[in-house]
């Protein structure tokens, strides 16, 4: 924010009191009104959300989609009333009715903030860990904009993280990459109150936070009163001056000013009653009617807003500067932003297909490589998988040096890695992918999940798809993962038999920007099957497979085929877009859980077991994947009376 | 080990030397005869494998099962050949035959350590950082055994990490938890390689981990030359004398003594090839054939098996005492190695059974609290949920200072809860529960997935499981949850729909000894359904539901009936169990994904997008879970033409 109006705010203690007390009157008052939610949080954690809302956030309410607006991440979202607190009194569009009608069914301010239902909310939170995993992608995604179009970039990103967050693992993870890449633009904020749910923190966890940050790398400071508005303002700046990221550990009391009721685990979760709700008001000498905002708190944000919008409109300045000096790197700037995708996606996808038999991994290689010449916004790499999954294509990796690169060295890292994905993607400006072995989908499951909830159309490259992973094992080998990923709403899931079907994969992928997808791809080389469809004849059997089992299936066909069955084969890259035909008995083979398959077809050869270790071929062998043991089962079916 | 016996290998460099030689060409043969796996990790870790079997293990290979033996986790799976050839080399019944048949189909060595299939081996691994998660769970068992027949417990546990068990955030939540816990008898040897698949580690990671795990309380030392046998001896007797959880960094070379491939990605997980084993075999002066082991070792491992099989002899004598003076305690000790139920199980359950409704989490506290009675091996706890998930039974909860207790304070840390109830599991002696929300079910998969694949008979109290948990939001609503879980091959999955059906689903998780289960349970209350089986009248429509649907389809059916129809309604505690009536029209009512279910039944009413933020009746009505709108939907389904 500029300075003048710093120093204004800055010496108004009079308003900073009673900013702080609007958040968490507000937040009481919502809270109460629900009869559910958790007051404890914003009442602890108002003064920091205010101090770095006044003194710091570059942001524009009248325009939350600004590119280069600072981000704010809720991290530990059950303090969402913080939030919505904060929208209503900047002016986002978030009316006192939204806030009366918070956690009711439509209402814009749900239990915990989801992104693409309320302006000004970066992202959907709740699951504990992940805001701060996708902060970091945020950041990292600054950094990566800045590297290119530095005269377009200036923002921070700012997180508020508790306990749980710390606690959970992806903590690790997000943590010890944004220190590897010093990501020193962002800033996270610890509201240190030492109450979870189930009482005192030091019940469950000793860890000496700042100390681990900093064996991350981070800058680290801490702050003892945090209802010190001046000194966390000015840990603010310092956080900003240091290269590093920066982890300021801010003290706090739970349910601050409840009487009863604060610095104790009943803040939590629980509204605090009537009756203590009056105390606290009483208590804080606040005179004002439920939902209020006094007149000098009101104008505080206006004037910041004010500020706020000065600075979007010199940064559109600056973007037409850029339109009128260099019309064509602008426009790229706007079409990544927009997530349309240049001419030629096609025709270069078209070049990578082939006769020899190859792993769709090594297809997808083929297509990235090209994709990526194309698509300077296309960025993502891998959990420390990239020649594995076909992700290691040559390009420049990011580094704390040079943010420049379009490949991203995740580390062992799959959960992160996908919250950042997520931070990536919510940021703007990029197309993401990541990638691991689909076996590992299960380590990253609940940021993929928050992927499908956000409709942010992340890629995850899952690869060594089914039991023919081989010597690796059964801990290696996905048998349920593929049906696991089918079941989650709004997560287009893809599995290519070859090249063809994998460059459109990655058409479908790319061309679709209201959700995630995930690229099934084969360890092992597959032929590339008949090009055309597989045709309108009447049939009596009907074989489907995906990926892999396409081959195979192909050559049962022919068997069944040479034994005057008349025989369809389909291959589906996705299981979704199948229609069983009504007049065949239906078969479907893959390599995989057959729950979801059992609703579809007549007979569904599948695995339903955990695989086992030994060489590729003799497993699938060994559970039944062979043209032999698979045409058994088909006559088996066939005879049945 | 016994001093005379220390002094005595001690003192012998030239076996030394001849042992870290034979533990590296044995692992290099494995992965050359299977032409598959990764050399390079025990060909580093050589050293510190021998100084800790040599110096410190107590175990007795001739009874891998002893109760009081040392737990040896190989958190870096990767490297099983050299577990292979520690468990070759000290007598565990793995004959030479066996490592010539390492990674193939039906071989006890395949690619990744699996519990089960080879004796010695403690657990699975492969799966990154589950390792460590394991090692802190045997480790807590240790202590709270100890608490509780001291004169019997006298074991450590040490585990070997490499860099990706570290970067995974499982690491955190395990080791933070160890510290917490002050878990003194955990040792864990960091394999600081510096060398990850993708390349060197400091491409991805920059943590500075003796710092970070100081943080969590841990003891930290560094041993700068990894080959230094008698320098790591000297590092775990100092971790055995100090009280904290020891991490100890040793530095190596991976894929030591191969010209042209130790120290690179290239010695990681691809064979050495003939000749650069061969040079490698020259080079350190290794005269003997494949597979060989000089007789100076075989010699020395049998004089320490012999010293083990010592000190088991003297524990069983222990134990005899014990059994003599205190049968009871003595025979309460084998029946929960035993896992088997004590006397009265059924009876206590059916002590929970009453007529007003009431939550499934509320009637599985009522369980949990009559179970924990009559069974001290009953230990368990939540992530920090105990008071929503019905896990808050008021048993004494571990501490540092006290380690009786029978309830676990997990912290925030959903997955190493579920490796630490693995690990807990694994050590023997005790059943073990933890609880979530089932929607952060996602978070634990992995540890879930790899329960049942070692068969362990943890139990997962997963609660909140619908959208009527309301206001929290889709992020806090489960609906992929339960058919995800249902996909695991060999993961019970019930879900009880009152009293009497979670009094069944507990015994049924109690007797189940060979596999984990799922307790599926709901945060609304709910009506006690009628005793009694549906029957087996002929009806033209089937109505079946889980848990909190079962008495909306009573209700529906209800309806039905008035109309004039004959109906069934079955609730089923485990669809897996459950047949659908092939003369009905069957019709399944589930608040959650219907993929498993259309295979079962002819019209699935269920829940396949995200839920929403809102009361919870309000959201139950708004996705279609009222009577009027499922039987709108059987209506619809039986005018069908």
């Known amino acids: 924010m500029t300075d003048v109006l710093q120093r204004e705010s800055a010496s108004s203690v009079e308003v900073d009191r009673l900013a702080v007390d609007t958040l968490r009157f507000l937040a009481a008052d919502m809270v109460q009104a629900a009869n559910s939610g958790h007051p404890g949080m914003p009442m602890g954690a108002a003064p920091m959300a205010w101090a770095l809302w006044s003194r710091h956030l570059r942001h524009d309410p009248s325009a939350p989609d600004w590119a280069d607006r600072d981000r704010f991440v809720l991290s530990a979202g059950h303090g969402s009333a913080l939030l919505y607190g904060l929208l209503h009194i900047f002016g986002y569009g978030l009316p006192e009715e939204e806030l009366r009608r918070f956690r009711q069914l439509g209402s814009r301010t749900p239990g915990h903030p989801e992104f693409g239902h309320t302006p000004g909310v970066e992202c959907t939170t709740g699951p504990l860990g992940q805001g701060l995993g996708m902060a970091v992608g945020m950041a990292l995604a600054e950094r990566m904009t800045h590297a290119r179009h530095p005269e377009l970039t200036d923002h921070h990103t700012y997180a508020i993280v508790g306990d749980g967050c710390l606690m959970e693992g992806i903590s690790h993870e997000a943590a010890s990459f944004a220190g590897h890449l010093g990501l020193g633009r962002l800033i996270v904020l610890w509201d240190d109150n030492s109450i979870t749910i189930d009482g005192a923190v030091d019940r469950s966890c000793s860890d000496d936070q700042p100390v681990r940050f900093a064996a991350y790398g981070w800058h680290t400071q801490t702050i003892e009163d945090g209802t010190d508005v001046e000194a966390i303002d000015a840990a603010i700046s310092r956080a900003k001056a240091d290269p590093r990221p920066s982890f300021i550990a801010v003290r706090t009391v739970i349910g601050h000013g409840a009487p009863g009721v604060e610095g104790t685990p009943k803040a939590h979760g629980s509204p605090l009653g009537e009756s203590v709700l009056a105390q606290a008001m009483?208590?804080?000498?606040?005179?004002?009617?439920?939902?209020?905002?006094?007149?000098?708190?009101?104008?505080?944000?206006?004037?910041?807003?004010?500020?706020?919008?000065?600075?979007h409109a010199d940064w559109r300045a600056a973007y037409s500067a850029l339109e009128a000096g260099a019309p064509e790197r602008a426009a790229e700037i706007r079409r990544a932003q927009d997530r349309t995708l240049p001419d030629g996606v096609g025709d270069a996808l078209a070049k990578v297909i082939a006769d020899a038999p190859r792993a769709t991994r090594q297809s997808s290689q083929a297509c990235l490589t090209e994709l990526t010449r194309l698509m300077p916004e296309l960025v993502g790499g891998s959990a420390d998988l990239s020649g594995s999954t076909g992700t290691a294509i040559g390009g420049a990796i990011v580094t704390r040096a040079d943010y420049r690169g379009s490949s991203i060295a995740f580390g062992i890292r799959e959960f992160a890695m996908a919250a950042i994905m997520n931070g990536i993607s919510l940021h703007g400006g990029f197309r993401v992918y990541g990638s691991t072995f689909l076996v590992f989908a299960d380590y990253l499951r609940p940021a993929l999940r928050l992927a499908a909830l956000m409709r942010q159309p992340v890629i995850h490259v899952l690869t060594h798809d089914s039991i023919a992973v081989g010597e690796d094992g059964p801990t290696h080998q996905p048998v349920e993962q593929l049906e696991s990923l089918r079941v989650i709403p709004g997560l287009q899931v893809l599995r290519p038999a070859d090249d063809a079907q994998t460059a459109e994969a990655w058409r479908l992928a790319l061309e679709r920007t209201d959700g995630p997808t995930a690229l099934i791809l084969s360890?092992?080389?597959?032929?590339?099957?008949?090009?055309?469809?597989?045709?309108?004849?009447?049939?009596?059997?009907?074989?489907?497979?995906?990926?892999?089992?396409?081959?195979?299936?192909?050559?049962?066909?022919?068997?069944?085929?040479?034994?005057g069955h008349v025989v369809r084969t389909v291959s589906v890259l996705d299981r979704s877009q199948y229609s069983p035909d009504p007049r065949a008995t239906t078969i479907s083979i893959e390599a995989g859980s057959t729950a979801g398959w059992r609703g579809l077809v007549d007979l569904a050869i599948g695995i339903d077991e955990f695989g086992t270790c030994g060489p590729g071929d003799e497993v699938l062998a060994h559970h039944g994947f062979t043209v032999d043991s698979v045409l058994a089962r088909v006559r088996e079916h066939l005879d049945r009376p």
Do not use: K, M, N
């Not at 597959?526 to 892999?548: C, F, K, N, R």
């Open 523 to 563: 360890r092992q080389a597959l032929p590339q099957l008949p090009a055309g469809p597989a045709g309108d004849h009447p049939a009596t059997i009907e074989l489907v497979a995906t990926g892999s089992e396409s081959s195979l299936a192909a050559a049962v066909g022919d068997r069944l085929t040479a034994e």
């Open 282 to 311: 009483q208590q804080a000498g606040w005179e004002y009617p439920p939902f209020a905002v006094p007149e000098q708190v009101r104008a505080t944000c206006t004037a910041l807003a004010a500020a706020g919008a000065q600075e």
